[in-house]
């Protein structure tokens, strides 16, 4: 292998200094070691200026990060697209390059915009593995004394300090980046691990994702049973997430691009450059790097999370593709999770419905009366602002409310006629019984014992078993007790015809601040008005 000329001849009074300062430059952060990386190539080779510059390979450009001499204020951030400025030689050759006179060279480009000739030597900064990192050069006035060979070796040996040093920082910034997103992945397993809906996992991981990532912005795609894509979380910029909004909700026959791929190979998918990414929708010119990986309930794949970049084109290392296969493996474990106690609760569900169906078999009620009652109790409570577990525990309380009636004599329960004092004593029992039986169940909260127990509670204390009174009775109790009572009215039964809707509601209104809370009253003729039950 032929030796560079420029290379030859190094003093080696100069050696023992060089390396002295080298081992310093191994003891700075990035920002200080270039700055005296800069500094030292002025001391060492006597130039007026003296520039670093490190490769942006998302913009396939250098820029200046540390300047000694004339300009040294100026310089940093000037940026030199490939192909322009003699770095870029430096870069083609992969060796110290020497330009004697700067202003016979087409290739130049003056960095204080003064085209003034200069000699110009510049050298490599390449890592471990030959990569190439940036360019360390220096430069003087053309009238003066030309660079040796001497100080192309010096400014050599000091660049290869300078990338080894440079090299060495961003493997510790690498290994505190990975520690740090260790730290947040358990941080976010540990919270998955608590959460239930899908679209709070899905928030709470892309807010890590972009955050570690950089990217402009993370979604989280579900398909619905007809294999659409739905959006179901965005996280990020908010132009960023505006922009996503309109890319994800863009009518399409089927899903095509990341998310068409993903769901194609049940893989997760990378496209560094999208505009030249064979799967690309080629309708999205804004998004320029984009991954994205599969979610799965089992063996289906039911989802997608995805990254995506709307500035430029960035790198997709291989530890962020891992990263986010990880968090989808996440998502996808908190999905599984959800789906199950879903099912769990759409089985218990099912069942309590079963049984207050089955209940109503028992005492001569008409078929239907616990679904109608339950529709009637959800559309007063909807009305009266229950939130989400309240209109749980009414429905559920809805479902159980005669659960004690299994204790009672089906004679006494299909009986025609009236009942006697104690026939009516034994028929009251049914509630403080099908208390009694709930209490056993330890899913069953209280608020759904206390529609059982207290339905049949007077707003003016008369009735039964605690003879509460007033808003002491419990609200889902009152809601329930106007729903019952109504839908009893308006069926036949053994010992009864049906009343018509208005018939009813008459009585309802008469029983108004008697048997009836009077706001629940009025509130629950709005609700018969609304389905034309009642004329306005």
Known sequence: MTRDPLLSGLPETLRPALEAQALVLLTQSSSDMFERCAQLALDITGAGTALVLLYRPEHDELEVVAAAGENRHGAPGFRLPRGQGLAWRVVQSGQATLIPRT?????????????????????????????????????RLAQGTQFGSGEAQALTLLGQAASVAYSRTRALEDAQRAARQFEQLAELSAELADLSSPEEIGQRALRTLVDLSGFTVGAVVMLS?????????????????AAMRAVLTASRPAPSGLIGEVLRTGRSQAAEDYQSWPARRTDLPNVFTGLAAPLRVGSQVVGVVMLVHLVRRVPVPGALVTLLDTVAQRISQALDRAASVEH???????????????????????????????TLALRLGERLELNEAQRQHLRWGAY?????????????????????????????????????????????????????????????????????AGPDIPLLARIFSVADVFDALISPRPYKPAWTAQAAADTLLEQSGRQFDPAVVQMFLNVLREDGLLDG
């Open 103 to 139: 202003d016979q060279d087409p290739q130049t480009v003056y960095v204080s915009g003064r085209p003034l000739p200069h000699t110009y030597l510049g050298v490599p900064l390449l890592d471990p593995e030959g990569q190439l990192l940036g360019v360390l050069s220096v430069n």
């Open 225 to 241: 049973d007809a294999r659409e894509v739905q959006l179901s979380v965005l996280e990020g910029h908010p132009l960023g997430q």
């Open 344 to 374: 769990l609760h759409a089985t218990r569900e099912a069942a309590l419905r079963t049984l207050g169906r089955m209940l109503e078999s028992r005492d001569g009620d008409t078929f239907g009366h616990t679904d109608r009652v339950t």
């Open 400 to 468: 159980l409310h005669d659960i004690g009636k299994v204790a009672v004599d089906d004679r006494l329960l299909r009986k025609t006629g009236p009942l006697t004092p104690a026939e009516r004593e034994a028929m009251q029992w049914h509630v403080e019984i099908g208390d009694q039986l709930l209490r056993e169940e330890v899913f069953v909260p209280r608020e759904v014992r206390e529609v059982v127990r207290h339905h049949h509670e007077r707003w003016d204390g008369g009735g039964y078993p605690d003879r509460l």
